[in-house]
Nanobody
Framework: QVHVVESGGGSVQTGDSLKLSCAAS????????VGWFRQAPGKEREFVAV???????????SVKGRFAISTCTSEDSVNSTVYLQMNSLQAEDPAVYYC????????????????????WGQGTQFFVST
């Protein structure tokens, strides 16, 4: 199973940028996909972005064009850092952001479902001040 730990939260202003990081540690010779989800107070957890094990990315409509997911992988492909670059932050973006990973392949569109991920981090939170 993949172990993930998020970092990078804090306080920013509307319109600012922020980059979150997810340190992922997997198993040798086993590929995995990593996604970002978020949960705001009083709301359900929602999908934000994913980069699957072959490098394809997908985004929620609410963040498309503003957020970008990228990875930096170790030579042995066991460890990677998955970044979520967030630009033009809006008042509705603050939440606890979770990194999640899975070694399983996604069926069409299933990458947005939290149940498809096997490992979750503790979350990192940021605030936007107007």
């Amino acid at each position: 199973q993949v172990h993930v730990v998020e970092s990078g939260g804090g306080s920013v202003q509307t319109g600012d940028s922020l980059k979150l990081s997810c340190a992922a540690s997997g198993r040798r010779s086993v590929s995995y996909s990593v996604g970002w989800f978020r949960q705001a107070p009083g709301k359900e957890r929602e999908f934000v972005a994913v980069k699957n094990w072959i490098g394809n990315t997908n985004y929620a409509d609410s963040v498309k064009g503003r957020f970008a997911i990228s990875t930096c992988t170790s030579e042995d492909s066991v460890n990677s850092t998955v970044y979520l670059q967030m630009n033009s932050l809006q008042a509705e973006d603050p939440a606890v952001y979770y990194c999640a990973a899975t070694e399983r392949a996604f069926s069409a569109g299933s990458y947005s479902r939290g149940s498809k991920y096997d490992s979750w981090g503790q979350g990192t939170q940021f605030f936007v001040s107007t």
